[in-house]
């Protein structure tokens, strides 16, 4: 299992270009062998990352995730191309529906037949990032447009945040494989794993990858660390897709998901994803006490 770094999934006001690419140099020089952005309501995480990856040499950089509804499909892959070549390669574009909140409440777009949008959203994304001709006509969209982006890689990775059935399935049929989040190793191991893995092998892809994002925290004061991660990641433990997964896996808040403890207790609980069937696991820091961000990196280079 390979451990990669994420970031941006808790707003951080003092965030910078300079800081992106500052932390991928450092990433990169711990050896880890990635690092993904969130794309919330800071930075855009497309950019950003591709700015990250002109700064480095070997890592890849990547969103997770980008959300498409804003997003004209031929204006994401134009961009994603883009990145690509500023990367020189080394740029994955991770895309995701959001949340009805999110789209409805706050973008004013209509979140309706999420399976259909993201379906008809890959029909012309996929092609374009394989350097082909987009010709599609659907209900929601519609191109007959090519890029012109060479020195892009051919094709950009995509994965694609998945987490009920359906969108597993789409995952494993049109993309490289899936970015998780609030998803526990026993429903990674039963729901994940077997279903986005059956639709890769029927539509004769290679094994998916599943990457599964997790806060971690090395820390002796495991009950004060719980209590900031549930302050600091409430929002996540309320949003429908999210409640979904943590009730399947029995958690009740976000710190139940989380790796919080010790390097045993936390060794453990790595091998337990290692075990699942994760491929990657992308690792959120979180500052609940003083020092904790910097000694749970050191402690997670250890692991590489």
């Not at 965030?15 to 919330?40: C, H, K, M, Q, Y």
């Not at 494989?177 to 039963?190: C, N, R, S, Y």
């Not at 399947?248 to 989380?258: H, K, L, Q, T, W």
Request: proline letters at 5%.
């Amino acid at each position: 299992m390979k451990f990669g770094i994420m970031t941006g999934a808790i707003p951080d006001p003092a965030a910078s270009i300079d800081g992106f690419t500052t932390l991928a140099r450092e990433v990169e020089a711990r050896g880890f062998a990635s690092l993904w952005l969130a794309n919330t309501q800071g930075h855009d995480a497309v950019t950003a990352m591709a700015m990250a990856g002109s700064e480095t040499k070997v890592i890849e950089v990547g969103t997770a995730v980008t959300p498409i509804h804003p997003r004209h499909p031929t204006a994401l892959a134009q961009q994603a191309l883009t990145a690509s070549a500023v990367a020189r390669g080394r740029f994955t574009l991770g895309i995701g529906l959001s949340h009805k909140l999110v789209t409805e409440d706050t973008l004013g777009l209509s979140y309706a037949q999420p399976a259909k949008t993201m379906r008809e959203y890959l029909e012309i994304l996929m092609p374009l990032l394989a350097h082909r001709t987009a010709k599609f006509k659907g209900d929601l969209y519609r191109s007959k447009i090519a890029m012109m982006v060479d020195d892009a890689a051919n094709p950009v990775p995509v994965v694609m945040a998945a987490l009920g059935p359906m969108m597993l399935d789409l995952a494993g049929r049109h993309t490289d494989g899936t970015v998780l989040w609030m998803t526990g190793p026993a429903t990674i191991a039963d729901h994940v794993v077997p279903v986005i893995g059956a639709a890769a092998r029927d539509a004769g892809r290679l094994a998916p990858r599943v990457i599964a994002g997790f806060p971690v925290v090395l820390t002796d004061d495991v009950d004060g660390a719980r209590v900031r991660v549930d302050e600091i990641l409430q929002i996540y433990g309320q949003l429908p897709s999210y409640r979904a997964m943590m009730d399947r896996e029995g958690a009740a808040n976000p710190s139940d998901i989380a790796l919080i403890g010790d390097a045993a207790g936390l060794d453990a609980k790595i091998d337990r994803i290692a075990a699942s069937g994760a491929t990657e696991m992308i690792s959120v820091l979180l500052e609940t006490e003083l020092g904790a961000k910097a000694r749970t990196l050191d402690y997670l280079q250890g692991k590489i």
